[in-house]
């Protein structure tokens, strides 16, 4: 060891020992009186505040037995009073028969992405080879606005745009004027086939449609032809030519026999949508076995004419008629909806595949007259969506009741609320949320996003899903971000896509634990839903499975807030919650 060191580190310490260790005793003895006092002011503050919460924890206690009684007896008394009511409930409603007008039932400018997308029914079929070859034209989401040639004054196509060698389709939605206009170029034959709706096909079912068609050739020779409910449009020349036109076509009904079918709805009703693909089939099933538990069931009362729409949403046809086979139509809580439809996606097999699928599913539905046509809103809801509660249909309807004007929305969803990596993202919205289908502002919006996130690394054939983190949620909250950061005034537009979880019917754990209560309590009663994988299979109610053997503070604030607005408990959630308040009998 170095001399230095020594003399550094141990001499002077054991040099001053003595005179230290006397100065110590004596400044001990006042450390020690000063730590007696300390520590009896200490106990005398633990021993009050700890007499003080026995009482003010009994005091909630006895209030949360008073609570539950109050609770239950309010929601037997709107039970009985429903009875009295329903008593006297008119007939359901039925499609009218005639028609003394048509009704105007497809607008391929209204519903252009329909067009290219799909061949349901209801819908319209784009024929002809893309200028992209097979899949999907993903041009058909760009602009492009044509020019003028000022020394013939033909319209044609801008440098970008300019036409394939090999014979082929072009077909876009001019939005660079005000108005929309569909333009369709061509150097071999076109076709847009208007499917009649899955109604119309039913047994003993006739409908009597109409194809209204214009169209104006802009540059080239255009032979335009219609056929049944087709418009088929071909360059006619010599081999090489092309024509371009700007087509119009709807398709109007003048009149059906098609029972619950009413193709002019009066847009006031709000969809629950349940997407799906043959695979979620057993999973989407289970969830609605689940809705007759009175503790998840959807509606506290029936007979109500503002009863939203249940629809089913296949990705393809085939997935459709599997589900229809299996559904069970005698469900306790088919009175809750005014009726139940099934729609599907058609999207094409090629591209129906891991993210795209979904996108494309997604994105239909803002252009799909099936939807567009009927509902103002739709609350999207994959099969691993849970009830938290029971009447959480009419507590949806009732958000959407009491938005204020001032708060218009777009969406409303939950930000992520999932343990872990998931919860560090971003404050992106889970797509299980309520849309404002009608606003047109959305629409357009939503355009954006797909144009904005053309397919991308694993998003390979789907617009809009190639955002952020990838999928629809993600790119329509990326490009908000991404507008909002350059253009600050546009923010309070973007506010519609809305951030605030305390107004969300959902919320969004992922595939994580959740504690219904809590949820309750801190969305301050306004989510009655929770996107979870985890609660699939898992009695969530029942605090045994979450190891819980003492009441626990926000089961008392979720008991108080539920004595305003009573629903059905879960039986061991409520034993649990009796037994706790110390209370040993209701009624
Ligand atoms: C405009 O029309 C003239 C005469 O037909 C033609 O020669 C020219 O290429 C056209 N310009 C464009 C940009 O198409
Ligand atoms: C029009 O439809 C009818 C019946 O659906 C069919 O028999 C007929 O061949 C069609 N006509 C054309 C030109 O496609
Ligand atoms: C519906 O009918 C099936 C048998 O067809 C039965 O197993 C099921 O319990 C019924 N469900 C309800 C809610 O009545
Ligand atoms: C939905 O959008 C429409 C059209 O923009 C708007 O008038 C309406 O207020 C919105 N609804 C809500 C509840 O925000
Ligand atoms: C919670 O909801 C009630 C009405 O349901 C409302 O009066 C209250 O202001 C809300 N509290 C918060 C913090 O949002």
Known sequence: MSPTIRLLGTEPSCMLSRTVSKRLARRNVRYILLLVV????????????????????????????????????????????????????????????HFLRSVLVFDAVEHFSSVINTNAPGRATFLGTSSRGRGRPGWAYEPRPLLLNLSNGAWYLPLDGEPPSIPAVLLWLDRSRNERRLLVW??????????????????????????????????????????????????????????????????????????????????????????????????????LDQWNDPWRFPCERSGDFDRPDLVFYANNEQALVSARAVFQRNHSWSSCFQRVRWIEANVEPTVDVHPDGTCFQFYSIFDDPRFRNYYQYFF???????????????????????????????????????????????????????????????????????????????????????????GFDHSIFHYA????????????MYQKLCFDDRKSPVWNFCKHRFLPWRVYTESNGSASLVHSSWGNNVDFWDPAVHGIKRLETSMLEMIRLWEQDPFPLHPRFRAFALLHCRKRQLF
């Open 38 to 97: 300390l520590t009896g002011v200490l106990s005398g503050f633990l021993f009050l505040r700890s007499t003080f919460s026995t009482y003010y924890a009994g005091e909630k206690l006895r209030q949360c037995e008073e609570r539950l009684a109050k609770g239950e007896a309010l929601l037997l008394q709107r039970r009985v009073s429903n009875m009295d009511e329903n008593t006297e409930q008119p007939p359901r409603r039925v499609a009218a028969k």
């Open 186 to 287: 061509t150097s071999t034959t076109a076709g847009i086939a208007y499917n009649p709706p899955r109604e119309c096909a039913e047994a003993g079912s006739t409908c009597q449609l109409e194809l209204i068609t214009s169209s104006t050739t802009l540059a080239g020779s255009c032979n335009v032809e219609k056929r049944n409910l087709s418009l088929f449009l071909s360059a006619n020349g010599a081999a090489g030519t092309s024509c371009l036109a700007e087509v119009r076509m709807q398709v109007t009904l003048t009149s059906t026999n098609a029972q619950e079918w009413e193709p002019e709805p009066s847009l006031q009703t709000l969809a629950i949508v349940r997407p799906f693909t043959e695979d979620q089939i057993p999973k989407l099933m289970r969830s």
């Open 380 to 470: 999207l809801m994959e099969p691993d969506v849970h009830p938290i509660r029971a009447f959480w249909l009419d507590s949806i309807q009732r958000q959407i009741k009491l938005s204020a004007p001032q708060a218009t929305f777009w969406i409303r969803g939950s930000t992520s609320k999932c343990a872990g990596w998931y919860a560090a993202n971003d404050f992106h919205i889970n797509g299980n949320a309520l849309y404002n289908l009608s606003s047109r502002q959305f629409r357009d919006y939503l355009i954006r996003v797909q144009r904005a996130f053309q397919p991308r690394g694993h998003v390979r054939h789907a617009p809009g899903c190639s955002g952020g983190y990838g």
């Open 481 to 492: 971000v991404e507008i909002a950061s350059k253009n600050s005034h546009k923010w309070k």
